[in-house]
């Protein structure tokens, strides 16, 4: 399968490279639209396995539908696993959450016969605010790239302005343990997610606790994400798992309070995203399988069974809404692109011709043409 890879590195974290990472000084006539840079990061972990920690880049072709056989830069980590990442929405970096702190990664061009290449390098500048602060399990960026969210595996929640650092939140027991966050669109607030117990809003204009997302019956959060529907109005979603597999609840934001909940599927849900565009949402499953849902409908509108021949771990949508990264722990990496369905315009026009339809009866009829 040419948009499938393989690369040797058991991925946690995939993103889309913002296309302003060039810069403007390095934005080359040989860079196409239809490529996207795809950056994925994971290892084997500390230890002697063999298995290398990386950041890995790679070239995902659009008009072919193929993801780079190799990598077009490669930048090992030593023993230090890059468990999470969030990629800076504004051009100017990556930062990774490794066992013990965060590091700062700058992009890296180099210009070899007017084609330029992109890589990473660890930048000099150090965030002393995040060091040695133990394992991070969330990391995430505001949509303008101001505010850092990071959620730790001890449960303590931080955020911060970007890049001065000047703390905002600063929660040691936000959850036992901290599994996702996210930023509302406007950069009001954060909602975060931990093993057990409610998910909890936070107010950032004044650094306090706002509301609480209480749980029913078995529930049990993963992943939260804001979004916008169709009228711009900000709503919010998080999965959850049953008994009876995968869910997801949509919240009004405003009340706090459950708009719906909808069963997906079987399997838990192990990864999960949100397109910019608010039309769709990507779910990756345990069994390596990844759906693209219809956001308003909450139906399939693509299925790629067994996209993964493990648990899928990351989902990322391109900065267009067009295509969907994913990665899983069994090393591979894939790019679905998003097909316009023509399914809604077709009943569009059945239903205009059932309207003209049945105005040309009642004509006939009222005009005494049919018997």
């Known amino acids: 399968m040419s948009n499938y890879k393989k690369y040797g590195v058991p991925f946690y974290g995939a993103a889309f490279v913002p296309r302003n990472a060039f810069g403007s000084e390095h934005k080359h006539e040989e860079e196409e639209e239809e490529d996207d840079y795809v950056l994925f990061c994971g290892g084997g972990g500390e230890g002697r396995s063999g298995i290398p920690n990386a950041l890995v880049i790679s070239m995902f072709d659009r008009a072919s539908d193929t993801l780079d056989d190799q990598p077009v830069s490669k930048l090992g980590t030593d023993d230090n696993l890059p468990y999470r990442m969030a990629v800076h929405p504004g051009g100017e970096g990556v930062i990774c959450s490794l066992p013990k702190s965060c590091r700062w990664f700058e992009w890296e061009t180099t210009k070899n016969e007017n084609v330029s290449t992109l890589s990473l390098k660890q930048s000099e500048k150090v965030l002393y605010e995040l060091e040695h602060i133990g394992q991070q399990l969330a990391v995430t960026f505001s949509h303008d790239g101001s505010l850092l969210a990071l959620g730790g595996e001890d449960g303590k929640l931080r955020a911060f302005k970007w890049p001065s650092m000047e703390s905002l939140v600063d929660v040691p027991d936000a959850h036992t343990s901290i599994k996702n966050l996210d930023f509302s669109p406007d950069g009001k607030f954060l909602v975060s997610v931990g093993s057990g117990g409610p998910g909890r809003v936070w107010d950032l204009s004044s650094s306090t606790f706002k509301a609480s997302l209480p749980k029913e019956k078995d529930e049990v959060f993963g992943f939260c994400r804001f979004s916008q529907n169709h009228v711009n109005d900000q709503v919010l979603y998080v999965t959850a798992k049953r008994d009876r597999g995968g869910s997801i609840v949509k919240w009004n934001t405003t009340t ?63 900065h267009d809404s067009r295509a969907l990264a994913s990665a899983s722990w069994d090393s591979s990496g894939r790019v679905t ?31 005494g043409l049919l018997l």
């Open 256 to 318: 706090w309070k459950r708009i719906s909940s909808k069963h997906i599927v079987r399997d838990p849900i192990s990864a999960f995203d949100v397109s910019d565009d608010g039309k769709f949402l990507a779910i990756g499953t345990a069994e390596g399988d990844v759906f693209i849902l219809n956001a308003i409908s909450m139906k399939v509108h693509t299925a790629v069974k067994k996209a993964h021949l493990g648990l899928v771990t990351a989902l990322a949508f391109s």
């Open 337 to 367: 692109q998003i097909k316009e369905t023509k399914k809604n315009r077709l009943n569009i026009w059945i239903i205009l011709f059932i309207i003209l339809l049945a105005a040309a009866l009642y004509y006939a009829k009222t005009e």
